[in-house]
């Protein structure tokens, strides 16, 4: 179900990109100036994807194309981000990325969600609708986790409840049985005690 959710998102997200105008003509930064990676390849394409902060129609793909591929190869994408020592603007979005993965745990995922939230006021605007999108879906996956294990501790509260009452009822009857019982052998002791009376 996540992994659908997900696609979905990358594929909603997608449309909404084509759907833009494109972005007004800004002087290009110089190019020692932007950061890029070359992802490894770890999908079977053998097209070479560059990952950077710029806001053109290749980067955004390039980007969607990372976030799908994170689906398939979240263990290889972990292992390739975690050797790098002093990663790069880039890489820190990569590894948040992966980090918002529905299989890495709750309480990382929620530190994550706020250093993506950091990112993107960061980020040119295509990009950051991009990730906005990750970014909601992750708030709205970390409040419904929540409501899970709140209604889950509340639902063992409630079975310990229920059954210390069936305890209570079982105790109980059993006290009515004894009453019962002492009420019969008491009935049965005056009526047999009036049977010989005149």
Known sequence: MRI??????????????????????????EPELAEQV?????????????LSLNDDAATLQAWVEYRASILDNLAAWREALADQAEPNQVQ???????????????LTRLRVQM?????????????????????????????????????????????ENIERLQKKNKDLQKKIDALTQIEAQLNQSINGGNSGRP
């Open 38 to 50: 070359v992802l490894p390849q770890i999908s079977e394409s053998n097209s070479e994807v560059v």
């Open 92 to 106: 820190i979005l990569q590894r948040i990325m992966v980090q918002l993965h529905p299989d890495t745990p709750y």
């Open 115 to 159: 250093q993506l939230a950091e990112q993107i006021a960061t980020l040119p605007p295509g990009l950051a609708a991009l990730f906005s999108w990750d970014l909601t879906l992750n708030q709205k996956l970390l409040e419904t986790e929540s409501a899970v294990s709140a209604l889950t501790r509340l639902n063992a509260q409630q079975h």
């Open 4 to 29: 659908m959710l997900i696609i979905l998102l990358a594929t909603l997200s997608g449309c909404q990109l084509l759907n833009q105008h494109p972005p007004v003509a800004e002087p290009e930064a």
